[in-house]
């Protein structure tokens, strides 16, 4: 049996396998002044972006898998089973300490998928339908997701409620390995002007994370992950 850490980088890993999202233009002056910035690079927004079940991540359209995302939801289903296991092999303490931790980020990626969903042919119009309903299984997927994991773990198991700056987190850790995509000679989509924008549904943003403390927890996790969980041979 893995030991928690293990389970965990398996599990958080997950979340961003099979994983379509894109990062809006008109949200980008949160980032530049941030760590971010150095990730996400303002020629990356208002692009749809795939990261596969290897974590490789395409911004050409023909790259998407629309079966895998299909199957986001049974992706998912296996982090429960893990989870149920590592319930029954390790201190109760210890569990519900993962579960917080799990619980916030599915919590954020319900948000964001859902936001994504709605707000996709906004930010970029020429979205095809295809796709667009794609946004729409990977939303549902992660809600299917969190109202198992209710009905496993207890009704207080996923966190809703998260600052931007978490938020932001959560999609750079997503955009890691962007930097490795030559977007120039793929496709970028056109932005559509003056359409009525949906707020991001977050608390009120608090101070945005210093320098030194993001680089740290850039170099210190993977896809993602805190610093307490990684692995020793990570």
């Known amino acids: 049996m893995e030991n928690s850490k293990q389970v965990?980088?398996?599990i958080i890993s997950n979340l961003s396998r099979s994983y379509i999202f894109y990062?809006?233009?008109r949200y980008y002056h949160y980032i530049d002044p941030t760590f971010?910035?150095?990730?996400?690079?303002?020629?990356?927004?208002?692009?749809?972006?795939?990261?596969?079940l290897q974590q490789e991540v395409h911004n050409n359209p023909s790259a998407i898998d629309g079966l895998e995302i299909l199957k986001k939801e049974n992706l998912l289903n296996n982090n429960v089973i893990d989870l149920i296991a590592l319930?029954?092999?390790?201190?109760?303490?210890?569990f519900k300490h993962t579960m917080e931790k799990y619980g916030d980020y599915v919590g954020i990626h319900c948000i964001l998928t859902q936001w994504m969903f709605k707000n996709v042919?906004?930010?970029?119009?020429?979205?095809?339908?295809?796709?667009?309903?794609?946004?729409?299984?990977?939303?549902?997927?992660?809600?299917?997701?969190?109202?198992?994991?209710e009905s496993y773990f207890g009704e207080e198991t996923i966190t809703f409620e998260v600052d931007g700056n978490?938020?932001?987190?959560?999609?750079?850790e997503t955009l890691e390995e962007l930097p490795e995509v030559d977007?120039?000679?793929?496709?970028?989509?056109?932005?559509?002007?003056?359409?009525?924008?949906?707020?991001?549904?977050t608390k009120q943003q608090k101070s945005l994370m210093t320098d030194d403390?993001?680089?740290?927890y850039i170099l210190e996790t993977v896809f993602g992950i805190d610093p307490e969980y990684l692995c020793e041979d990570v």
């Open 87 to 94: 319930k029954n092999n390790v201190s109760p303490e210890e």
């Open 183 to 201: 977007i120039n000679n793929e496709i970028e989509i056109p932005t559509k002007q003056d359409k009525k924008e949906e707020p991001v549904k």
């Open 166 to 172: 978490h938020i932001l987190e959560i999609v750079s």
């Open 8 to 10: 965990f980088n398996t």
């Open 121 to 149: 042919k906004n930010d970029i119009p020429i979205t095809p339908s295809k796709t667009e309903s794609m946004f729409q299984v990977q939303a549902n997927a992660f809600d299917k997701h969190a109202n198992k994991l």
């Open 23 to 25: 990062v809006p233009k």
């Open 36 to 52: 971010l910035s150095d990730i996400i690079k303002p020629n990356m927004v208002n692009i749809v972006y795939y990261s596969n």
């Open 213 to 216: 403390k993001a680089r740290k």
